[in-house]
């Protein structure tokens, strides 16, 4: 009896576990209307919609999304188009890589919602004049609502709400869909504890400290990017230690950063998140990775002092 | 084939692993601040802290460069950063080993011929004294991870010390750093225009002059007080030395201060009777370790016993071997009697 009571439990374990993995928490749906609808961006759905984002429509500055469209597919890889090479593009909606529109909805985040009207010619919230807008790839958000826009489905119209704080991880595994698609080109080859380049640095460190997951090389981000920096300096009188490091940004929702330090590089390593604060805003060093600068004031001046970045799955 | 019914439920949880086990934290390496008091007169500094790691890297290949006459090898790394776009000009790098049989490792990197290179080749040149291996087989370092970090050097020393250093023409009224080679010392001094450093009897600017990690150096500063402030990474390897037979100046490689045995200073019995560290109850036979006090501005004398384990101050009966005088801010000298290019002190952490 006790061993068929065993033998369920954990055959209930393992399927609840592979059924987690595979289709993705199903919380949040799409609240459609006939022409327009609202997007949540926890919406499992979310990725594979997004597959269609860009439906071509070269030849005109609107455009429609078919969901149903094979080649959307091959669109959706190039989702992110990096573009790391420049602060800000232009997007011309003619043009055929029209791809990069996924990621042009976030230069609309002074407001916590916005509409985009499929229809119009000239939609006026993406910042367009005429048939190309620039977009700032410094945007932090820029790439969260990337896995949305393609939410439009069969209605001419649909709302964005850019309060949404939850990243998109329809696989459940810890890591946003939008990095996992970067990277890898689909959601669940691997997840959070995977290291696929080798390098010793899991997924979600590589997530969470903003390197890159197939490369072993920890500073392709730019040098110095995984480097935790660390400064000491006096400030008005008061001693101040600093400590940068980099992240992912959509990390920024995502993990719980906290700050460890110790006056001997043995330990004991001291919890002090609370005595931190972060000075001004993150630094972007490409499109998808910033640097974070936080600042603690001691009470006088150290002989030596160490401190750590950890980071936690929220 | 069928499966014993009993093997099923372990078959259940085995799949359900993957999902249970993901880990959720990370943390990022140790960094950290070492500020240290440069009185005025005598004093040792050490320079355990790396400013940063250039690039940080899997070797996919290593070939002997083919260059007659010269231990010079090519180093493929498995990055997508070149090597030659991580060097910054004018300054001077070593590449250390900081996993598997050769962790600890640092040798020293041809920046001009890196330059000249194939894209994606890093070469390092075996017959640089600072290299702490100078015979390695090709091939002997694939699949080590290694980080590409950059030398300490005069100019770089300078540049960590608060209020700023004053120069002068006369070596004898100038801020100057005295580096230990074998039993006699060298003297540089900063000039008059704040900038270059000059030994006696030669016109050559040292500022670029390399002071590798496992040598620490005297400062002697005329000029006042100041703080020797150093802010980065903390070594999470091992600490290679490839020491020599004699006197020679050394450091530990760590930022806390570390005792005898922390840093290797036994005798092995299992290690080659001529590599090792020669103990002897009388101090002269004995090999030992020298660390300056800059408020007596002489050495502290200590010597390894007969046992091969107990380390006394010379004069003392006191064991001083868990004792941690090895401390990050002085200069400390060891005299061996045996060479050991091996010498490695464990991360102490």
Redesign the interface.
């Known amino acids: 009896m006790r061993r068929k009571a065993t033998w369920g439990i954990l055959g209930l374990l393992a399927l609840g576990s592979l059924w987690a993995y595979y289709m993705g928490d199903q919380t949040g749906r799409v609240a459609e209307n006939a022409t327009a609808f609202t997007i949540d961006t926890r919406d499992p759905d979310s990725v594979v919609l997004a597959q269609s984002i860009a439906q071509g429509e070269e030849s005109s500055s609107s455009f429609v999304i078919d969901t149903r469209d094979p080649d959307s597919v091959v669109l959706a890889q190039s989702i992110a188009q990096g573009e790391e090479s420049t602060t800000s593009f232009v997007i011309d909606t003619r043009d055929p890589d029209s791809v990069v529109l996924a990621t042009s909805t976030a230069v609309v985040e002074e407001s916590a919602s916005f509409t985009i009207d499929t229809r119009s010619a000239d939609p006026p919230t993406w910042g367009e004049t005429s048939n190309a807008f620039t977009i700032d790839t410094r945007e932090a958000d820029a790439v969260v609502l990337a896995l949305s826009i393609a939410q439009v489905e069969e209605s001419p119209s649909f709302t964005i709400d850019t309060r949404d704080p939850l990243p998109l991880d329809s696989d459940n595994d810890g890591i946003h869909d939008f990095w996992e698609q970067m990277y890898f080109g689909n959601i669940f080859t691997y997840n959070l504890s995977s290291d696929p380049d080798g390098d010793g640095l899991s997924n979600f460190a590589e997530f969470a400290f903003g390197t890159n997951p197939t490369e072993y090389d920890d500073v392709a981000n730019g040098p110095s990017s995984i480097n935790v920096a660390i400064r000491l300096d006096q400030v008005g009188g008061v001693w101040v230690v600093s400590l940068s490091y980099p992240r992912h940004v959509l990390a920024a929702n995502s993990v719980t950063y906290t700050f460890e330090t110790a006056s001997s590089i043995a330990g004991p390593w001291t919890n002090t998140t609370a005595s931190w604060v972060e000075v001004g805003n993150p630094v972007t060093l490409n499109g998808y990775v910033e640097r974070v600068t936080v600042a603690m004031p001691l009470p006088s001046k150290p002989t030596q002092i160490y401190a750590r970045v950890q980071a936690t799955r929220k | 084939m069928k499966l014993p019914k009993s093997a099923?439920?372990w078959l259940?949880?085995c799949?359900?692993l993957?999902?249970?086990?993901?880990?959720?934290?990370?943390?990022?390496?140790?960094?950290?601040?070492?500020?240290?008091d440069v009185p005025t007169g005598l004093s040792g500094a050490q320079f355990p802290i790396i400013p940063?790691?250039?690039?940080?890297?899997?070797v996919a290949g290593h070939a002997d460069a083919g260059i007659a006459g010269k231990r010079v090898h090519n180093i493929v790394?498995?990055?997508?950063?070149t090597p030659a776009s991580?060097l910054a000009i004018g300054v001077s790098y070593y590449l250390e080993v900081t996993n598997g049989a050769l962790e600890g490792e640092r040798l020293e990197v041809d920046e001009v011929r890196t330059a000249a290179a194939t894209p994606g080749v890093l070469v390092i040149d075996l017959d640089d004294a600072n290299s702490t291996l100078q015979n390695m087989a090709a091939g002997s370092l694939v699949g080590m991870?290694v980080a590409l970090r950059p030398h300490m050097t005069l100019a770089r020393l300078q540049a960590r010390i608060t209020p700023a250093l004053v120069g002068n023409n006369t070596a004898a009224l100038a801020d100057s750093v005295l580096v230990f080679t074998s039993a006699s010392s060298v003297t540089y001094y900063l000039r008059s225009d704040g900038l270059t450093w000059r030994k006696a009897g030669s016109t050559t600017d040292f500022a670029g002059m390399v002071i590798p990690p496992d040598q620490s150096v005297m400062l002697q500063m005329r000029s006042g007080a100041k703080e020797l402030?150093q802010?980065?990474?903390?070594r999470a390897n091992a600490f290679r030395m490839n020491i020599k037979a004699g006197v020679q100046s050394a450091a530990t490689g760590?930022?806390?201060s570390i005792s005898p045995i922390e840093f290797g200073a036994t005798t092995n019995l299992i290690a080659p009777q001529l590599t090792t560290w020669v103990g002897n109850n009388q101090q002269s036979l004995a090999d030992g370790i020298m660390v300056f006090d800059p408020s007596k501005g002489s050495f502290v004398t200590y010597y390894l016993r007969g046992d091969g384990v107990t380390w006394r101050a010379s004069g003392s009966t006191v064991d001083l071997s868990a004792s941690k005088f090895l401390k990050p801010d002085s200069i400390i000298l060891i005299k061996r009697r045996n060479p050991d290019d091996k010498g490695l002190v464990p991360r102490?952490?």
Do not use: N, W
């Open positions: 099923i439920p259940l949880l799949l359900s993957p999902v249970l086990l993901a880990q959720g934290t990370a943390t990022s390496r140790a960094v950290g601040v070492l500020s240290t940063t790691d250039s690039l940080i890297s899997l790394l498995m990055s997508s950063s991580a991870k402030r802010e980065g990474m903390i760590f930022p806390d102490p952490y």
